[in-house]
């Protein structure tokens, strides 16, 4: 049976106490409230929904949960915008890849920045020990009241962000980003969009047991589609993600205001960012049509022929020359819409070396 997680003080890493209605810090005096059995260390006014998908609509929805079957409440939802994400909501194969780990069913589980918890609720019918985090407080809403209806018991729902989060170091046997990397540069505006990324790979790699395993799944810089035109997927403009960096910046500024900060990276650029990060290995796959709906999942290290049928389809007669010619010079895998990546922190026990792969 794995171990109850203790939380601990955000701050000065001490066991938090339990008192009424709330958890609180015997050495600094933090105190963390507890809004309908969910302990709040982050109460971001910031509001992140689905495409489609407001405020308003979000706490409608969650309103009729609380009396209502949540399948019914999404899946049945007058609003086509709320209908369209009941497959996204529901589908338990988003954590296919989870079979490619081999982690023992008593692992410790982090998912951050957690969503509307579709992951954690399907890792927690393969683990024994889940923990959701999210700082949006309609999505904890939502997570809370789907996993009391699918009597979800093993999952720990905690309302808070990647800069408070209340672990001891060396919690969690894998810890799950899922769409997650290319916003955290948003989070530290003070730094360079990379080092944010590499601040907060660090800081997740420190929360891992040794031999953990972190999971990202993200979009490709790369992608055949953004390079021909397709608007980026974070900021809806054409070819800002694929142009050099200071290009991107001046791209973007003229657009927002604000620099070009969800970055993306090709395969090589993510292993380089996680070497760099202190994880001694990682392992890529190309996550087929999506990450967020991984129907087919190839890895890196298997010949680009094997791609040829799942990555981009077209009659263009140019597309196609190009596509023959990559994949005769095995380029293709490269050039997918999607990856998921594990990151090793440090071999585990027995499961030999991990630092293969591309
Ligand atoms: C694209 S959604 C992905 C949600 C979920 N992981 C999934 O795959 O369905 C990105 C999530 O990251 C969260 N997020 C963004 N910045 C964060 C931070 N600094 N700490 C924790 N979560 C963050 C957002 O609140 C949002 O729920
Ligand atoms: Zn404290």
New binding site residues.
Partial sequence: MTETLQLVCPACRVPLRREQGSLSCPSCGLVAPIEDGVPVFVDSPEY?GEVGISRERAQEVNRRMATEDWRTVVGQHEAADVRQYFRFVSNMDRIGWHTLLSLPRTSRVLD?????G??SYALSRCYDQVVA????RE?VDFMRLRFRQDRAENITLIRT???TLPFAEGSFDLIVL???LE??P??RKDLNPRDAQLHYLRLARRYLKPGGVLYVGIENRLSYAQLIGAPDPHVGMRFVGVVPRPLADVMSRRRTGDRYRPYLYSAAGYRKLFLEAGFTGTETFAAIPSY?DPRVLLSLDRPSREFEAHVWQSSNVLSRMVKSALTRLDLTKYFGYAYIMFAHNGAAAGTGDPSSGG
């Fill in positions: 992140w951050i920045g957690a969503g509307l579709t992951m985090v999210e700082r949006v999505r962000d990647m800069d899922n769409g997650v916003w955290l948003f989070s967020t």
